[in-house]
């Protein structure tokens, strides 16, 4: 099989940080031991070649957690994936790369269990007891609130806002204000409201009394757990930094992390799942760029061998040993003829 696997500025996805990438001539070797051939293009010049691109099997992105990389790989793996190649992974799960929004709504349209979720613009939010907002791009504890009161939400919108707002805009918008006040026959209500700072905003039920939560990360048919402790007179487990080893997991957590693999048909996933002691929740996934401390710390993996959970001690093995295993076994799988 062939694979091209796409870069930008000479980085593919993530390695060990946000800012490393994998080493893609060690991927390069990885692929080559599964009898798989592997070359790397540039994501500007893709469609320089865009009549060689069907030759390969499976055309591969990454994603970038800097704002504009992150946009010009989603371009591409739209007009890629829009000339018929097979891209890995899907588009919209390109598209949910720290996009909470567009998360809730495919776990949603495919029909899997999530904790009641909603999605829209900040001026329709409303503020309800026992919920969680967040920014759809919020990073670890950043941009997620647990808020007491309408007035708590409403200032957490307000300081997410104006980190996120494009200053360009902003200024238009102020100058509408200023005119309301000093200029008023030059003032336009429409165009204030057209220029007036929003976020997209995602609310969650939280799920009550939560001591910790698991991260689950799945490359193909291995899965890697660390549980991931609340800190101390907070609510959220997420950038808390306190990993704890487990070998036993339960089998409901598992379970939910196997289906969202299946459901949304990709070779690697993290998922950020909630255990309430009898039902497992998924908070968040990313398919495409995720950090790989669980797998790089992990002591034990976990397969499902027919209908039971198997867990064995994990010898560990690089990261671009593991991104190679899951794209060609997940590949060679989807291959193999029907009986």
């Not at 609340?230 to 950038?239: E, I, L, M, P, T």
């Not at 969202?260 to 998922?271: A, G, R, T, V």
């Not at 499902?304 to 060679?332: G, P, Q």
Request: include cysteine.
């Amino acid at each position: 099989m062939k694979f091209l696997l796409v870069t930008l500025n000479g980085k593919f996805s993530q390695g060990l940080y946000p800012w490393d990438s994998m080493d893609i001539h060690a991927l390069a070797e990885e692929f080559q031991k599964h009898d798989c051939h592997v070359d790397f293009q540039e994501c500007d010049q893709l469609l320089q070649c865009k009549d060689s691109l069907k030759k390969y099997d499976a055309i591969v992105f990454g994603s970038s957690q800097i704002p504009y990389e992150k946009k010009i790989l989603e371009d591409y793996a739209f007009i890629t994936n829009l000339l018929g190649s097979n891209i890995i992974p899907r588009y919209e799960l390109v598209l949910s790369h720290d996009n909470k929004g567009m998360q809730g709504l495919l776990a949603i349209a495919k029909g899997i269990d999530v904790i009641h979720f909603e999605y829209g613009t900040d001026a329709n939010a409303d503020y309800k007891p026992g919920y969680v907002y967040k920014t759809i791009d919020g990073a670890g504890s950043f941009g997620v609130s647990l808020p007491k009161s309408d007035n708590e939400l409403r200032q957490f919108i307000k300081k997410n806002t104006l980190l996120r707002e494009q200053p360009l805009r902003l200024w238009h918008y102020i100058k509408q204000k200023l005119k309301l006040f000093i200029w008023r026959k030059r003032y336009i209500k429409e165009k204030e409201q057209y220029f007036r700072p929003g976020i997209p905003l995602v609310s969650q039920k939280l799920i009550p009394n939560l001591k910790f939560d698991y991260k689950v990360l799945v490359f193909h048919d291995l899965f890697f757990v660390l549980k991931r402790n609340v800190r101390k007179n907070d609510f959220r487990a997420s950038g808390s930094g306190l990993f704890e080893k487990v070998a036993q997991v339960p089998s409901q957590v598992l379970d939910l992390a196997n289906r969202y693999c299946k459901e949304l048909d990709s070779p690697c996933l993290s998922i950020d799942v909630a255990f309430d002691g009898s039902k497992a929740f998924c908070i968040e996934f990313q398919c495409c760029h995720f950090g790989p401390i669980t797998y790089l710390d992990a002591d034990v993996v976990h397969y499902r061998t027919k209908d039971t959970w198997t867990s064995n001690i994990w010898h560990r093995k690089s990261l671009e040993w593991v991104f190679a295993y899951s794209i060609c076994n997940n590949m060679k799988f989807k291959k193999k003829p029907t009986q």
